[in-house]
């Protein structure tokens, strides 16, 4: 059974930065798509950045985040991270991972992290 963890969130000022963990049990991560997603209060959940799987990475940033977010793999630990610099208030939302055979077929997510953004 999968299982996907996400660690690392927490409540920062204006301008912080943040690293987010996705941790995977049961499955070899590298070799899997891993997204991440937000969702904040009274939205729907989108896109955040996502990692391609096995073979070459090709790496996707929703435009929101782009220049600001990085999202990393870390194979020793069975891991994708998210950083996230330069956090506004618009940033707040829990935060969660996902992984799948591709970027458009996530089959096990995370339960998610809380991230507040607040001066």
């Known amino acids: 059974q999968v299982r996907l963890v996400e660690s690392g969130g927490g409540e920062v000022q204006p301008g912080s930065s943040l690293k987010l963990t996705c941790t995977a049990s049961?499955?070899?991560?590298?070799?899997?798509?891993v997204g991440w997603f937000r969702q904040a209060p009274g939205k729907e959940r989108e896109f955040v950045a996502s990692?391609?799987?096995?073979?070459?990475?090709?790496?996707y940033y929703a435009d929101a985040v782009k220049g600001r977010f990085t999202i990393s793999r870390d194979d020793a630990k069975n891991a994708v991270s998210l950083r996230m610099n330069s956090l506004q208030p618009e940033d707040t939302a829990v935060y969660s991972c996902?992984?799948?055979?591709?970027?458009?077929?996530?089959?096990?997510w995370g339960q998610g992290t809380q991230v507040t953004v607040s001066s």
């Open positions: 996902a992984s799948g055979p591709n970027s458009l077929d996530y089959d096990s």
């Open positions: 049961g499955r070899t991560l590298k070799l899997y798509a």
């Open positions: 990692v391609s799987g096995s073979g070459v990475s090709y790496f």
